[in-house]
């Protein structure tokens, strides 16, 4: 076997033989360098000086030669002629799936619940600039307990959030996902035990969700839209006022909807880290998640609502594909829109992402027209009278009875679209998107190479048969 792969790598024609040789080459002219200088050391200046220029033309040649030298070998494997047991779709993620993702658009998605968890697993493959900003409001269940008992900000949603960007094997998503069956910790979930951990021996919370992104190796960052005791209350039509985000939900009627949001405290401030890659981001997306509940409280800190309004980043509202009983019942995707705009100054909405694949799955229709949920109609007039451009896009996937936004598809349609606008509009570094067209062009070579490589095993196959 070892002999045989010396014979491929100096096969001739493969390109691999002469930067061997050039390697070889400054190698020896390395040795040489070295050993005169050691050996006669008190020649004159500039004997010195033609040696270590040797020396550093060896280095040089070294380099030059093991760089040329891989990328021929990465060619040859891709194309089939050079056999080794790596899946070359992986050294092509080695080489390129890395440099895209560092060099791609900068992006930061506010929010919270479960909604923005999924659509982080999806955008992480496509860039590591990317940061989540994330609603602390929550004040029920494990998070609502850890907040009252232990002092702290609800790490329910950011410990979804540092889950879904991590870069951990799935044992490691299920033991920060685990929920304690009985006890006193009945209901509490290991990751939010983990995080309050981590806040007990930091100093703020926004510190201890980065030393806990350390621990999981996270794509991007995770940051809480602030660090103070964040309140939400909702005025309803009828004028009731109702205190707790946990209560909100299950106060609100169709007949009685929420007619205005509020947070407390009202000057609450942002962190200057929120803030900085707020006015950096290329793109913002808002959403998915609950309207009132998730998205909108973020919006509603006055540094936060500056810092988009100031921005020049193109800024996305992914629409929930379907209504939420009690906050959102009866509200098409353009009065999504208004609630926002009314409610916070953000300044404009350049886009809004919409599903546009029918639901099919009965069981899961079923089970969301029982609760009192519907689709959430797209009037395409309203919207664009908003000055909102529409995406429309397959973005379905129902999991057992739940419907949600599929996470690829999602980031897939977010990605294109931030492209193609910054390519016009903003200036977007050139080489993220290049890299992104370059994956795709090395993706249909692989296949061609496959097919290719078939054929000729088909062929070679037939021709010891016939011997």
Not at 212 to 219: G, R
Not at 244 to 262: C, F, K, M, Q, Y
Not at 271 to 288: F, K, T, W
Not at 297 to 316: D, K, M
Request: include cysteine; hydrophobic fraction near 40%; charged fraction near 25%.
């Amino acid at each position: 076997m070892i002999i045989k792969t010396l014979k491929d790598l100096t096969r001739f024609g493969m390109g691999l033989k002469r930067w061997v040789l050039f390697a070889t080459l400054g190698f020896l002219l390395v040795i040489l360098g070295i050993t005169e200088i050691l050996d006669n050391r008190f020649f004159s200046r500039s004997y010195m000086i033609y040696f270590g220029f040797l020396i550093f033309s060896g280095l040089l040649i070294i380099y030059i030669s093991v760089n040329e030298g891989m990328k021929n070998f990465v060619k040859l494997v891709r194309e089939g002629m050079f056999h080794v047991n790596l899946d070359s779709r992986e050294i092509n993620n080695l080489f390129y799936e890395k440099k895209m993702q560092t060099k791609g658009p900068k992006i930061v998605a506010i929010g919270g619940g479960t909604g923005l968890s999924t659509m982080l697993r999806g955008l992480k493959y496509y860039t590591s600039n990317l940061t989540a900003i994330v609603t602390v409001g929550d004040d029920g269940g494990g998070s609502g307990t850890l907040r009252t008992e232990m002092g702290m900000l609800p790490p329910g949603d950011i410990r979804n959030c540092l889950v879904a960007l991590a870069n951990t094997d799935s044992v490691m998503e299920e033991l920060l996902q685990y929920r304690f069956q009985e006890g006193t910790l009945k209901g509490q979930s290991f990751g939010n035990l983990f995080l309050a951990a981590m806040n007990g021996m930091s100093e703020d919370f926004e510190d201890a969700v980065g030393k806990m992104s350390e621990v999981l190796a996270i794509t991007g960052k995770v940051l809480p839209v602030t660090l103070e005791d964040l309140r939400l209350t909702a005025r309803m039509t009828d004028g009731t006022m109702i205190e707790g985000e946990s209560n909100i939900g299950h106060a609100v009627t169709a007949d009685n909807p929420i007619d205005r949001l509020s947070i407390h405290p009202e000057d609450a401030r942002t962190p200057q880290s929120v803030v900085s890659a707020i006015r950096e981001a290329q793109a913002i997306i808002l959403g998915p998640g609950s309207l009132f509940t998730s998205v909108m409280p973020n919006l509603l800190i006055r540094e936060v609502a500056r810092a988009i309004r100031e921005s020049h980043a193109i800024v996305f509202y992914v629409s929930n594909i379907m209504t939420q009983p009690g906050e959102t019942d009866g509200l098409t995707v353009a009065d999504h829109l208004k609630k926002i705009l009314e409610h916070s100054d953000i300044g404009t909405i350049d886009y809004v992402v919409v599903n546009n694949q029918p639901l099919s799955d009965a069981m899961a229709i079923k089970n969301y027209m029982d609760s009192g949920a519907k689709e959430v109609a797209l009037n395409r007039r309203e919207v664009e009278a908003l000055g909102v451009q529409i995406v429309e896009a397959d973005l379905l996937k129902v999991i057992g009875r739940q419907i949600r936004h599929d996470p690829k598809k999602l980031a897939n349609t977010l990605f294109h679209t931030i492209m193609q606008d910054n390519e016009l509009k903003h200036s977007l570094t050139a080489l993220g998107y290049l890299l992104a067209n370059e994956k795709k062009l090395l993706e249909e070579e692989m296949v061609k190479a496959e097919a290719r490589k078939i054929v000729r095993l088909q062929s070679d196959d037939h021709a010891e048969s016939r011997e």
